[in-house]
């Protein structure tokens, strides 16, 4: 098992034979790139190797007319000028004695890899593979694409495999309109592509690239594209397209596979897309994408023309897929007028075709009139060449830091529980952890609670302090523990204080059940609470919420994908507790599907406690979750009842002030922290100050083995 990596080196082959600037930037460089970062990193070292091999006529002809793999097969016994002269025929694009035995073994690479994927030789994987393939149609070259890579493997998966749900999610910065074509009325492929778009002013130019398009017969409501109308966007706004458009989709769809069309044009750097989503993006786009298709994942290389971000963002992809914490996003998460108007109009597209769409308020289509001109200021673009490349380089050279300072903790997944069930199987490399912490500091934590008085309380106390001890010493990524359900509250407690004096400066609490928050927890902005357990919504401020806890499928994942997430997103969190207290009345796949995702935003760190007496089942879910393990399917698939949307709507128009990644629609721009002085509603939910600046590095705490001086228990 493990992850997948396929290529070959005649895929460096081609090249651009004659002068032309349009296509000049697809090159073997790009390919060269890429596999020299992903050796640097060590990555190459930790995948299965696969052998790429040519695909056959018959596998072209899945999606391509004999006639047009005719047309490509005599280009190998072409001359230059002949070449250049059939190349005029399509749009942007070259031809070259190898390209046949290039896109040839392009495909090949990629059913080589759905194939492994699909039978258990691995659990995901990446094709690196050129010429890309998603512009590509029936019988015609375009854009760089010979052969629809990605289209070919999504039939032969049907074919070969009788695969009846496959999700193609292409996130190159041009539309894959070769995608969307052939497969615009077919039920079975549900096509996403966001794209640089610019009500139509963008290549290529068409206007079925926009939200109002979505598929014919059948097919309607699978084809779903989400322009982009601006340049400049950036992790925020690729975040949030994924949690209010194509995840809600997708659990309905609940794929049996996922490709990628992964073209990294669309990172910061890139003179094609000029966007600002860092490498790292990349990373949390695929982990979140892992929890579908029971994590069965196949990216495809397609686009992307600045080497270093290429290379970074491919290896950013190969870390996700191998399952390695991905980075914390940092800077301002907040999704501008732009792409929120991008979203609102695809949602409300959409909306007719979706169970999950349907009951929410959908603000109205807006007409290219009322799309704002302006959205965030932009990073130095072409037009100032040495400022652009500056920024690159600034942006860049800090990832690089940040991977530095950021290895993979050795351990990726530890459980800690008083009393283990030897029935609870788990994988070879889940840690069975039997330390704790020194006894004195255990009492010394615990002394404040009478509840953790007992021996077995302290016992359970003593593991959980050293488990998150671990997590955040970078020795472990993310673990369980157990405590008796007495104890629950006070241990909770313990966690949350222990974690802060740690250094964590943002903790995020997510309680289920009958655990409430401790009184004298500071209201400062270190800590986010939401409890997720009560009969009626409160907000006590904006960092203190609660609601009650969904009673069907689609109400659970509206409350993951439109609060917990965006909120934790907003938060960038150092550490995620998860509490899972009396009656707390989550699945099994439900508490996994949280404890799964919320690793993603928190980079790993997560840390679920749970009461002693929970089934075994129930610790293993959790334990797979973590460890980045196959997630177990929702199935079958209900809406939300009336009075679970009206609590989440009702804690959206409260929260959004604060938490931006909540908004789903355009709106007037909002205040910005620091701007002027709260009005009397915000003073009423605003904490007296803000939480720590994120992306500030953790501090270092000296002495973070001495225990905290005892306190009166009244504070």
């Known amino acids: 098992m493990g992850t997948a990596l396929v290529y070959h080196e005649d895929m460096m082959a081609t090249r651009l034979l004659w002068d032309n600037s349009e296509c000049k930037i697809e090159c073997p460089e790009r390919l060269a790139a890429a596999l020299g970062s992903l050796r640097q990193c060590g990555l190459e070292q930790r995948c299965l190797h696969l052998a790429a091999r040519e695909a056959t006529e018959a596998e ?68 690196l593979v050129r010429p890309p393939g998603h512009h590509s ?40 309109q070769g995608i969307q074509y052939i ?16 009500h139509g002013r963008f290549w290529p130019f068409l206007p079925e690239s926009d939200a109002d398009t979505v598929g014919q017969g059948q097919g309607r409501g699978f084809t779903v594209n989400l322009p982009w109308n601006q340049v400049g966007m950036g992790n925020a706004d690729y975040l949030a397209a994924f949690l209010h458009v194509l995840l809600p989709l997708a ?39 892992q929890v579908l298709a029971g994590g069965r994942v196949c990216a495809v290389l397609e ?6 971000s290429l290379a970074q963002s491919v290896c950013m992809t190969v870390r996700s897929l191998l399952g390695d914490p991905v980075p914390v996003l940092l800077g301002p998460m907040a999704p501008c007028q732009s792409a929120l108007e991008s979203i609102q109009n695809v949602r409300a597209a959409q909306a007719p075709h979706w169970k999950s769409l349907q009951q929410q308020d959908m603000a109205p289509v807006l007409s290219p009139s009322t799309h704002s001109p302006e ?43 008083t009393a283990p069930d030897t029935a609870l199987s788990l994988s070879p490399d889940v840690l069975r952890q039997e330390g704790s912490a020194p006894k004195w500091e255990t009492e010394a934590w615990a002394r404040p609670h009478e509840s953790l008085a007992q021996d077995e309380a302290l016992t359970a106390l003593g593991k959980l302090l050293y488990l998150l001890n671990g997590i955040l010493d970078g020795k472990v990524s993310s673990g369980v523990a157990s405590t008796p359900a007495p104890a629950a509250a006070a241990t909770l407690h313990v966690a949350i204080r222990r974690g802060l004096s740690l250094g964590a400066q943002r903790v995020f609490c997510v309680v289920l059940g009958e655990l409430d928050r401790p009184l004298d927890l500071p209201d400062d902005g270190r800590i986010l609470w939401l409890n997720i357990r009560g009969k009626e919504v409160v907000t006590l401020s904006m960092f203190h919420v609660s609601m009650p806890l969904p009673g069907t499928t689609g109400g659970f994942l509206s409350c993951v994908l439109g609060l917990v997430l965006p909120m934790a997103y907003g938060f960038q969190p150092d550490l995620v507790l998860v509490a899972l207290g009396p009656d707390h009345r989550l699945q099994d796949p439900q508490a996994a599907l949280l404890a799964g995702v919320l690793r993603v935003p928190a980079g790993g760190r997560v840390l679920v406690l749970l009461e002693e007496e929970s089934a075994p089942e129930l610790a293993r879910a959790l334990a797979q979750a973590l460890n980045g393990e196959a997630l177990p399917s929702l199935r079958p698939f209900s809406t939300a009842s009336p009075e679970d949307l009206q609590a989440l709507r009702s804690l959206r128009a409260q929260l959004q002030p604060r938490w931006e990644m909540l908004r789903v629609a355009a709106s007037e721009p909002v205040q910005r922290r620091g701007d002027s002085e709260p009005s009397g509603s915000e003073l009423l939910l605003e904490p007296p100050s803000g939480p720590p600046t994120p992306g500030v590095p953790r501090r270092q705490f000296l002495g973070a083995s001495a225990p905290p001086a005892p306190r009166p228990a009244h504070q």
């Open 137 to 176: 149609q029936r019988a015609a070259a375009n854009g760089f694409c010979v052969f629809n890579n990605v289209a070919i493997a999504a039939e032969h998966a049907k074919r070969k495999h009788g695969l009846h749900r496959v999700l193609i999610v292409d996130w190159d910065i041009h539309h894959g």
């Open 60 to 127: 072209l002809g899945l999606v391509h007319s004999p006639e047009y793999v005719a047309l490509v097969r005599r280009t190998q016994t072409l001359g230059t000028e002949e070449l250049q002269a059939l190349s005029g025929q399509f749009d942007a694009v070259y031809f070259h004695p190898s390209t046949f035995h290039c896109a040839r073994l392009a495909v090949g690479a990629v059913l080589q890899l759905v194939d492994a994927v699909l039978t258990g030789g691995s659990n995901n994987g990446l094709a």
């Open 375 to 417: 959205g965030r200021p932009l990073l130095p673009l072409p037009g100032d060449p040495v400022c652009k490349a500056e920024a690159e380089v600034a942006s860049l050279s800090f990832l690089l830091d940040q991977q530095h300072f950021h290895p993979t903790p050795p351990v990726r997944m530890a459980v800690a529980l």
């Open 183 to 198: 497969f615009e009325d077919d039920p079975s492929v549900l096509y996403f592509s966001w794209h640089r778009y610019e």
């Open 251 to 289: 659990f309905e769809f609940d794929p049996e596979l996922v490709l990628i069309s992964a073209g990294f044009d669309s990172a910061t750097g890139d003179p094609e897309g000029q966007m600002q989503a860092t490498p790292e993006c990349f990373a949390h786009l695929t982990q979140l994408l």
């Open 303 to 308: 686009g992307g023309y600045h080497l270093e």
